[in-house]
């Protein structure tokens, strides 16, 4: 297996565009994890999908941020209007159950 | 709710030398603890795992006793080597309530040469 598979690797772009990131997990995994990784705020888990239904997505800073997971193969986080403090490491992970995740390589967003 | 708690990086320490990462956790449950390592430019991968009290998970010569009367999963590697310098991150998972995992805030280990 491919492991999950993240793209694009690296994004810059420019405050006030849309950025879509997008995450493919490991064939049979049931959950599908996003966290974002900053130096000062460290791994914060923004949601989670269960069978592509999401369970908690308490972590979502604010209405901006949405994510979806239209099949079981796939899943994107989308940022609109995107901010300069919205640059961060966003690490897609996923899971046959809650023993073991499996993480992306990650996507670096720079935003301008 | 659960937590988990670590000791604040970075460690630096020599080539050889023994290696402790302190790790304790709050649960109300019975959660299984994992440690996950982070190299540089890479997601977390599971470094070890214990699911219940009294196991001790392994590999790559890193151990982790799950204490439950302390409610600790140290880390430990008797001789470490340039190539463990990473971050390391002690979670929890309770999946008797079939929740997610809760990660620590990571510790930061430099080996030197």
């Known amino acids: 297996d491919a492991g999950v598979i993240q793209s694009p690797r690296h994004e810059v772009t420019e405050m006030g565009q849309e950025v879509t990131l997008r995450c493919k997990p490991i064939s049979g995994h049931d959950y599908l994890f996003w966290y974002r990784q900053t130096m000062m705020r460290g791994l914060e888990l923004l949601i989670y999908?269960?069978?592509?239904?999401?369970?908690?997505d308490s972590g979502m800073p604010e209405d901006r941020f949405s994510a979806k997971m239209p099949n079981a193969s796939f899943s994107t986080l989308k940022i609109q209007p995107s901010e300069p403090r919205d640059s961060a490491v966003y690490f897609c992970a996923s899971s046959y159950d809650l023993n073991e995740q499996f993480f992306g390589p990650g996507t670096r967003l720079t935003v301008l | 709710g659960d937590s988990v708690t670590q000791m604040e990086g970075p460690v630096t320490l020599s080539e050889e030398a023994f290696l402790t990462i302190n790790c304790t956790y709050t649960a109300t449950g019975y959660p299984s603890l994992f440690w996950y390592v982070q190299y540089p430019g890479e997601g977390l991968q599971l470094l070890l795992k214990?699911?219940?009290?009294?196991d001790k998970g392994s590999n790559k010569g890193f151990e982790a006793t799950y204490r439950k009367e302390t409610t600790s999963f140290h880390l430990e590697k008797g001789s470490v080597q340039v190539s463990d310098s990473a971050v390391y991150f002690c979670a929890l998972s309770d999946t008797n309530r079939d929740d997610k995992i809760i990660f620590g805030k990571g510790t930061r280990l430099h080996i030197l040469p």
């Open positions: 214990a699911t219940k009290a009294d």
């Open positions: 999908f269960n069978n592509n239904v999401p369970i908690d």
